[in-house]
Antibody
Framework: QITLKESGPTLVKPTQTLTLTCTFS??????????VAWIRQPPGKALEWLAL???????RYSPSLKSRLTITKDTSKNQVVLTMTNMDPVDTATYYC???????????WGQGTLVTVSS | EIVLTQSPATLSLSPGERATLSCRAS??????LAWYQQKPGQAPRLLIY???NRATGIPARFSGSGSGTAFTLTISSLEPEDFAVYYC????????FGQGTKVEIK
């Protein structure tokens, strides 16, 4: 059974750095052709892809947010961490992590975690 | 960045009717397009990948077609549980999502 779960703060202040952790089970990020992505969704709005890390540690970022994002993995802990710097109220959203298996769509998702940016 | 434009924004239909949703890409994405369904308070669910392949466990009433810049998701006969928001997503050049089509009960 494949599961993913996001964890992290529910409230951050403007200019702070957000750190989110995705803890997963049922698959390994050391397996060829596996990746884990972060996707967010502001309240009432559309989905936005943020970043993806592959089994071989290759990484891809959304061009519009690349300067603010870092994605890393800890294969031994089955975790993927996303950091986003200089948070702003427009970054208020539900943040999802999702598995991505060749051909690299998002087939399993976490439940999401709502992050509010407010002073 | 490849922009995906979905139409219509809202589709009002009755159970049993056929739903046709459109997704247009700003440049060719070949067949590298997926469709997701999202219900309120839930994570999206993968329905269709590579334009026309149903994901595991997806009912046959869902079908996808198209290539290049024009794609269609068809729900042949709407069931009550199909009323939701649908997103298209491309993976030809990084990953982007459309803005969604809401299928609501008429």
């Amino acid at each position: 059974q494949i599961t993913l779960k996001e964890s992290g703060p529910t409230l951050v202040k403007p200019t702070q750095t957000l750190t989110l952790t995705c803890t997963f089970s049922g698959f390994s990020l050391s397996t060829t052709a596996v990746g884990v992505a972060w996707i967010r969704q502001p309240p009432g709005k559309a989905l936005e892809w943020l970043a993806l890390i592959f089994w071989d540690d290759d990484k891809r970022y959304s061009p519009s947010l690349k300067s603010r994002l870092t994605i890393t993995k800890d294969t031994s802990k089955n975790q993927v961490v996303l950091t986003m710097t200089n948070m702003d109220p427009v970054d208020t959203a539900t943040y999802y992590c999702a598995r991505s298996l060749w051909p690299y769509y998002f087939d399993f998702w976490g439940q999401g975690t709502l992050v509010t940016v407010s002073s | 960045e490849i922009v995906l434009t979905q139409s219509p924004a809202t589709l009002s239909l009755s159970p049993g009717e056929r739903a046709t949703l459109s997704c247009r890409a700003s440049q060719s994405v070949s067949s590298y397009l997926a469709w997701y369904q999202q219900k309120p308070g839930q994570a999206p669910r993968l329905l269709i990948y590579d334009a026309s392949n149903r994901a595991t466990g997806i009912p046959a009433r869902f079908s996808g077609s198209g290539s290049g810049t024009a794609f269609t998701l068809t729900i042949s006969s709407l069931e009550p549980e199909d009323f939701a928001v649908y997103y298209c997503q491309q993976r030809s050049n990084l990953w982007t999502f459309g803005q969604g089509t809401k299928v609501e009960i008429k």
